[in-house]
């Protein structure tokens, strides 16, 4: 009775230490670069939700256009190679990212 608990035991903190791992991804690389993008995307515009001037007196709705225009062709290669990049390709909040962007 006592093997049998302590297995069990053993087993919960094995499936615990396991699940507290982050999970591989199989594109990390493009997993920072879609994070990077989103970060940049959506940058002027919660600086305008806020309503702080840009530090470098730059028009942000020019800067989010720029962005955009900037970010394009380079979601329209990724889907071109990878296709939508899914959470076993980039992770969860990378592939949130990606969706976002586009």
């Given at each position: 009775m006592k093997v049998?608990?302590?297995a069990g035991v053993v087993w919960c903190f094995s499936a615990l230490g396991a699940a507290a791992q982050p999970t591989?991804?199989?594109y990390p690389v493009l997993s920072k670069t879609l994070d990077s993008l989103a970060y940049v995307d959506q940058w002027p515009m919660q600086q305008l939700f806020k309503q702080l001037p840009d530090?470098?007196?730059?028009?942000?709705?020019q800067v989010?256009?720029?962005?955009?225009?900037?970010h394009q062709p380079i979601l329209e290669r990724i889907v071109?190679?990878?296709?939508?990049?899914?959470f076993r390709q980039v992770g969860e909040t990378s592939s949130n990212n990606f969706w976002l962007l586009v």
């Open positions: 049998s608990a302590l591989p991804v199989a530090s470098a007196g730059r028009n942000l709705v989010e256009a720029d962005n955009f225009a900037r071109r190679q990878v296709g939508y990049p899914g």
